[in-house]
């Protein structure tokens, strides 16, 4: 391929032109009588931005198999690394940690090395069978990828703060799920005993990032600097307490850690297993999401606040509460909004047994994957090889992605939780939409976050923790119409009134808890 009809379909590529783009590769490849890797590369990319998961996977696949053992380590890292992330996409969590562990393992980067690493943790949370032995194994390779950065540990610090500072490290100040659980911490806090600082990676701010924005707060704009330049501010800062909002999400600093800037350093709510970290001295957490202070699955330990940790005070204006649809259909609808890469095989098979049990029941899902032909016929194709019969694919309805996504609660009687990744932001929608959610429990801490949810308000008997009482359960509740019709009018101001939304009281638990480690720290 005469590499400038690379660069033309490159420049294609980059101004969205995609089609044009694709029409150049294949021309070109026509005319040389051959593929080279950057085409190839060139056109996975085209396939990912055209939301064609499955021929990206195929395209990537025939890529990795003709230049194996190609010179150019850097595309062959992002070759494995594309693979990942759409076999995650498919819902293939087992087969996506292998792929970008294999990026981790080509990817001359030192930086970008651990990106995936830390993408192949994430995606290692939605394989069921996974063990404690499996994730800590996972640990231990980003520790010593980020040993490979040579982080200089500060020294212990010697200040003392009258007003305690407490830093906090995200890229998701903005639009995004997770600011709909910070937004108390970071306005709602005892102005007279605390200053926060917010340490934001955020690259584009919007009105989110305004809405967050407290006029006391010390906000430093950190999107760009490198993780020793965001620990210098930190460390200059002095903070008693930093709080790392995003663990191994997309965008994280979570490295910042290993060069110990502040006093306390401690994980959670944007995340929902362990940092891994030797680093981190505590994941926040709950007394219905941690039955003890340690688990197997964490390096660190668990710190449980007495209700919840995580408060929910959404930007989002709900419509009204539908009435429940089995009334005018005369059919129970069940149904799942969470990401589709959450939903297992394991998922599956229970979601199959439930419609089994319940003759003329529907199941809806929703998410991206089903906004295309190709994913919604590879969905289809994934259930039949689980067995569902045509009969059972025909009482399944796929959705594509909406902005009005929450009136569509409106169409599902009672929504299925996913495991061993769970909804959050999705679990507060359904409830807040009036559709009682059920959700089965497991021993890691994330698959725990539904029983949190449940307890919080009330109905802790909807989290259940055998497979068999899952589908016992959600059957059940199927041929219940007057509990369903009572459940509709209840769960939003059960919501409302729960400590899930008491911001007040959230807040006043996660002060408590920064005083008390900042204390333990100081001794």
Request: aromatic content about 10%; hydrophobic content about 40%; charged content about 25%.
């Amino acid at each position: 391929m005469k590499r400038n009809a690379y660069q033309k379909a490159y420049t294609y590529w980059k101004q969205g032109q995609l089609e044009k783009s694709r029409k150049l590769l294949l021309s070109s490849w026509k005319q040389a009588g051959r593929q080279s890797i950057y085409g190839m590369l060139l056109m996975a990319y085209i396939l990912r931005d055209e939301k064609k998961p499955v021929s990206e996977v195929r395209q990537l696949r025939e890529l990795l198999a003709a230049f194996p053992n190609a010179p150019e380590r850097n595309l062959l890292a992002d070759a494995w690394s594309l693979l990942g992330s759409a076999l995650r996409l498919l819902g293939e969590n087992e087969a996506a940690v292998r792929a970008l562990l294999q990026s981790a393992r080509l990817e001359p980067d030192a930086v970008q090395k651990l990106v995936e690493c830390s993408n192949a943790i994430f995606a290692a949370n939605s394989v069921e069978t996974f063990k404690a032995e499996d994730f800590q194994h996972l640990y231990a390779q980003y520790q010593k990828l980020l040993a490979g950065l040579h982080p200089a540990a500060y020294p212990a610090p010697t200040w003392h703060h009258e007003k305690l500072r407490i830093g906090y490290l995200s890229p998701d100040f903005r639009d995004h799920a997770i600011a709909q659980f910070v937004r108390p911490l970071l306005r709602d806090y005892d102005h007279a005993s605390f200053t926060v600082y917010a340490y934001s990676l955020v690259e584009r701010e919007d009105a989110v990032t305004a809405a967050l924005r407290d006029d006391d707060a010390v906000w430093r704009r950190m999107a760009g600097q490198s993780f020793s330049a965001i620990a210098e501010q930190i460390r200059a800062d002095e903070i008693d307490v930093l709080f790392d909002l995003t663990g191994h999400s997309a965008g994280t600093a979570l490295p910042v850690f290993a060069w110990r800037p502040a006093l306390v350093q401690i994980s959670g709510i944007g995340y929902f297993n362990s940092t891994g970290l030797e680093s981190c001295d505590g994941f926040l957490s709950d007394v219905h999401c941690a039955p003890e202070v340690r688990s197997p699955y964490f390096t660190e330990p668990l710190l449980r606040l007495p209700r919840t940790h995580f408060c929910y005070v959404p930007f989002t204006r709900f419509p009204e509460v539908a009435p429940s649809p089995c009334l005018a259909r005369g059919y129970v609808t069940f149904g799942c909004f969470n990401n589709f890469s959450k939903v297992t095989d394991g998922m599956l098979s229970l979601w199959r047994q439930i419609l089994m049990a319940v003759p003329g029941a529907h199941l809806l899902l929703k998410h991206a994957i089903f906004g295309s032909e190709e994913g919604r016929t590879y969905s289809l194709e994934r259930l039949q090889r689980l067995g569902f019969s045509d009969e059972l694919c025909g009482r399944i309805e796929m959705r594509g992605l909406s902005r009005d996504y929450l009136r569509e609660y409106g169409d599902m009687d009672i929504a299925l939780d996913t495991f061993p990744y769970p909804g959050g932001l999705t679990t507060c929608e359904a409830l807040m939409m009036g559709v009682p959610v059920v959700s089965l429990v497991g021993e890691r801490h994330g698959a725990r976050f539904g029983r949190s949810f449940l307890e919080n308000i009330g109905l802790g008997e909807l989290a259940v923790d055998t497979k068999e009482r899952y589908v016992e359960l959600a059957a059940g509740l199927a041929q219940d119409a007057q509990t369903l019709a009572a459940l509709r009018q209840v769960l939003r101001p059960k919501m409302l009134q729960s400590p899930l939304m008491d911001a007040k009281r959230y807040v006043q638990d996660a002060e408590a808890l920064f005083r008390q480690l900042v204390e333990e720290k100081s001794r």
